[in-house]
C-alpha cells in the first residue's frame, strides 16, 4: 500500500475541498505562474512514512469482515438499513458538497479561464443519482437541491462552514436516514496550470470511530470500486487515490481532524452524523481530463449510476448478513 500511504502525504498538501472553511478560498486563487510550487508527487515522496496506525484500508473486494449488525441492545446508532417486505425502502440522503456562495474547488482552463466549480459538479451527480435511487424504489433526501446552502448565506464572509454542515446533517439526522453519501470534487493548485495537470485521481473517505464504522468502511469500498470502473469504462486514465481515513487529511497547522460530516461528536461536531455515510471525492475538478467528465452529461450519468450500483450492493449485502 506504499501508494496509498504516498496519497496520504499526498493529499496533506492538496486540498480537499471537502472540509473547511479554506478550502474555498484556496481553490479561488488563479493559479500563478510565476509560483515555484513544488509538484506534489514529487514532495509527497519526500514525505515520512510514519503513522503505521493511519495506514489506510486495503481496497480489498473480497473483504468479508460484515458489518456486523449489532444484535445486543445498545444501539441507538445502529444501522437500521435492512429492508423486509414489509419496510419501506431505504431512505438515502445525498449531500451535494458545497452551494450557494461556497463554490468549492474549480476549473481553470490553459488560458486561466474559470470554467467549472465544485458545488455545480456535486449537485448534477446527486439530481440525476436521486433520479436512478428513486426509479429503483429508494426514497431519497437531498440536503440541497438547487445552488444554495442551507444557511442562506449571501456573502462568503457570512458562510460558515461548520454552521452549514451541521444544519446538512441535523436535516438527515431528522429524516432518519439509513445511508449517507456527500459527494465532492477534489482539486489541485500546482502554481502553473502545466503542474496542476499532474494531479487527478479518485478518493474515498469514510470515519472507523462511528458505531457503524463497518459499514462506512463497505459503502466506501463499493462506492469506490464502482467510480473507478466507470471512470474507466468513460476511457479515462482513472488513477486510485485510496479509500481513506477521514482524520488521516489535516489541515496545516492543525491536529488531525475528523470530517464534520463524517466524524464522531467533538466540540467542532455537536451533533455527529447518525448513520453509516461516506465522503467521495470521484476526480479532481482542478484536472483537464476530469474535467471534461464533469463538464459531459454522459460523464455525470455514468458517476451517478456508479454511486446507485454501489447503493444496491450495499444493501444487498446488508439484508443477506441479517439474513445468516
Ligand atoms: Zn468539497
Known amino acids: 500500500m506504499k501508494m496509498q500511504r504516498v496519497t496520504t502525504a499526498i493529499l496533506t498538501a492538496i486540498i480537499i475541498c471537502a472540509l473547511l472553511t479554506a478550502c474555498a478560498a484556496q481553490q479561488g486563487q488563479t493559479p500563478d505562474p510565476a509560483s515555484t510550487v513544488t509538484p506534489i508527487e514529487v514532495a509527497a515522496e519526500t514525505e515520512p512514512t510514519t503513522a503505521p496506525t493511519e495506514e489506510p484500508p486495503t481496497l480489498a473486494p473480497t473483504l468479508t469482515n460484515t458489518p456486523a449488525p449489532t ?5 441507538t446508532d445502529t444501522p437500521t438499513a435492512t429492508p423486509t417486505s414489509a419496510a419501506p425502502k431505504p431512505l438515502i440522503a445525498l449531500d451535494p ?20 466549480h465544485e458545488s455545480k459538479a456535486a449537485l448534477e451527480i446527486c439530481l440525476r443519482l436521486s ?36 444544519m446538512r446533517l441535523d436535516k438527515v439526522n431528522e429524516a432518519q436516514a439509513d ?12 502554481g502553473s ?21 463497518d459499514s462506512n468502511r463497505r459503502f466506501a469500498e463499493l462506492a469506490h470500486a464502482a467510480v473507478l470502473d466507470a471512470l474507466t469504462n468513460l476511457g479515462h486514465d482513472a ?12 489541515d496545516p497547522g492543525q491536529p488531525p481532524r475528523h470530517l464534520i460530516v463524517l466524524g464522531p461528536q467533538s466540540d467542532r461536531i455537536v451533533r455527529p452524523s447518525q448513520m453509516p455515510g461516506i ?42 448478513t441479517s439474513a445468516e
Open 71 to 75: 444484535e445486543t441492545p445498545a444501539p
Open 97 to 116: 458538497g458545497h452551494g450557494g456562495v461556497d463554490l468549492g474547488a474549480r476549473h481553470f482552463d490553459a488560458a486561466g479561464k474559470f470554467t467549472m
Open 131 to 166: 433520479e436512478i435511487l428513486q426509479e429503483r424504489g429508494y426514497r431519497v433526501l437531498l440536503t440541497r437541491d438547487d445552488n444554495y446552502s442551507l444557511m442562506d448565506a449571501k456573502t462568503e464572509e457570512e458562510y460558515d462552514t461548520i454552521k452549514e454542515l451541521q
Open 179 to 190: 445511508l449517507f453519501l456527500s459527494i465532492h470534487m477534489n482539486g489541485y493548485d500546482g
Open 193 to 213: 496550470h502545466a503542474a496542476t495537470q499532474e494531479v487527478w485521481g479518485t478518493m474515498t473517505l469514510y470515519c472507523d470511530q462511528r458505531p457503524f464504522s
Open 239 to 250: 488513477k486510485d487515490r485510496g479509500i481513506q481515513l477521514d482524520n488521516s487529511m489535516p
Open 279 to 320: 465522503l467521495s471525492e470521484p476526480v479532481f475538478i482542478s484536472s483537464d481530463a476530469e474535467e471534461a467528465i464533469l463538464a459531459d452529461p454522459e460523464g455525470i450519468d455514468a458517476l451517478a449510476h456508479a454511486y446507485a450500483d454501489a447503493i444496491d450492493a450495499y444493501f444487498a449485502e446488508q439484508a443477506d
